[in-house]
Protein backbone atom coordinates (compact mmCIF):
# COMPACT_ATOMS: atom_id res chain seq x y z
CA UNK A 1 0.00 0.00 0.00
CA UNK A 2 1.34 3.15 -0.62
CA UNK A 3 1.02 6.40 1.91
CA UNK A 4 -0.38 9.63 -0.12
CA UNK A 5 2.11 10.97 -2.96
CA UNK A 6 5.38 10.18 -1.01
CA UNK A 7 5.56 6.79 -2.65
CA UNK A 8 6.29 4.78 0.72
CA UNK A 9 5.07 1.07 1.79
CA UNK A 10 3.63 0.50 4.77
CA UNK A 11 3.86 -3.17 5.81
CA UNK A 12 0.92 -5.14 7.51
CA UNK A 13 1.86 -4.97 10.51
CA UNK A 14 1.59 -0.55 10.23
CA UNK A 15 -1.75 -1.32 8.86
CA UNK A 16 -2.26 -3.54 11.81
CA UNK A 17 -1.62 -0.81 14.18
CA UNK A 18 -3.60 1.80 12.32
CA UNK A 19 -6.56 -0.47 12.61
CA UNK A 20 -5.90 -1.18 15.87
CA UNK A 21 -5.75 2.70 16.70
CA UNK A 22 -8.79 3.52 15.03
CA UNK A 23 -10.92 0.59 16.65
CA UNK A 24 -9.74 1.88 20.19
CA UNK A 25 -10.04 5.81 19.63
CA UNK A 26 -13.59 4.47 19.11
CA UNK A 27 -13.65 2.66 22.59
CA UNK A 28 -12.40 5.38 24.39
CA UNK A 29 -14.95 8.09 22.29
CA UNK A 30 -18.38 5.58 22.88
CA UNK A 31 -16.78 5.06 26.39
CA UNK A 32 -16.82 8.36 27.14
CA UNK A 33 -19.85 9.39 25.61
CA UNK A 34 -21.51 6.60 28.15
CA UNK A 35 -19.52 7.54 30.86
CA UNK A 36 -20.84 10.83 30.79
CA UNK A 37 -24.60 10.04 30.49
CA UNK A 38 -24.18 7.60 33.29
CA UNK A 39 -23.14 9.97 35.38
CA UNK A 40 -24.66 13.21 34.64
CA UNK A 41 -27.88 11.86 36.79
CA UNK A 42 -28.76 14.66 39.27
CA UNK A 43 -31.50 14.47 41.26
CA UNK A 44 -32.88 17.77 39.47
CA UNK A 45 -32.29 15.99 36.15
CA UNK A 46 -34.25 12.35 37.39
CA UNK A 47 -36.91 15.05 37.92
CA UNK A 48 -37.31 16.26 35.16
CA UNK A 49 -37.18 13.79 33.06
CA UNK A 50 -39.70 11.78 35.43
CA UNK A 51 -42.13 14.99 35.04
CA UNK A 52 -41.97 15.14 31.31
CA UNK A 53 -42.82 11.26 31.10
CA UNK A 54 -45.80 12.38 33.39
CA UNK A 55 -46.59 14.55 31.00
CA UNK A 56 -46.38 12.45 28.05
CA UNK A 57 -49.31 10.06 29.79
CA UNK A 58 -51.19 12.84 30.71
CA UNK A 59 -51.57 14.25 27.27
CA UNK A 60 -51.65 10.86 25.64
CA UNK A 61 -54.25 9.72 28.19
CA UNK A 62 -56.20 13.39 27.25
CA UNK A 63 -59.75 12.97 26.19
CA UNK A 64 -59.14 15.70 23.03
CA UNK A 65 -56.27 12.91 21.74
CA UNK A 66 -57.34 10.75 18.91
CA UNK A 67 -57.28 7.18 19.27
CA UNK A 68 -54.01 7.36 16.84
CA UNK A 69 -52.69 10.01 18.04
CA UNK A 70 -52.91 8.33 21.33
CA UNK A 71 -51.28 5.29 20.16
CA UNK A 72 -48.08 6.96 19.18
CA UNK A 73 -47.83 9.07 22.19
CA UNK A 74 -48.42 5.95 24.31
CA UNK A 75 -45.61 4.19 22.30
CA UNK A 76 -43.30 7.30 23.12
CA UNK A 77 -43.82 7.65 26.58
CA UNK A 78 -43.34 3.58 27.01
CA UNK A 79 -39.93 4.06 25.35
CA UNK A 80 -39.53 6.92 27.35
CA UNK A 81 -39.73 4.82 30.62
CA UNK A 82 -38.22 2.55 28.95
CA UNK A 83 -34.71 4.77 28.59
CA UNK A 84 -35.45 6.01 31.99
CA UNK A 85 -35.20 2.58 34.41
CA UNK A 86 -32.30 2.13 32.07
CA UNK A 87 -30.73 5.46 33.41
CA UNK A 88 -31.94 4.82 36.91
CA UNK A 89 -32.62 1.14 37.47
CA UNK A 90 -33.27 2.06 41.34
CA UNK A 91 -36.32 3.82 40.19
CA UNK A 92 -39.60 2.27 41.58
CA UNK A 93 -42.34 2.81 38.41
Not at 14 to 19: E, Q, R
Not at 48 to 74: F, G, H, K, V, Y
Request: with cysteine; proline share 4%.
Amino acid sequence: MTQGGEGRQIGKGGCLGLILLSILFAVVVFGSIIYVYRHNATPANRANEQQAIDQCLARANAPETSPADRQALMENCQEMQKQFLKKYPDAAR
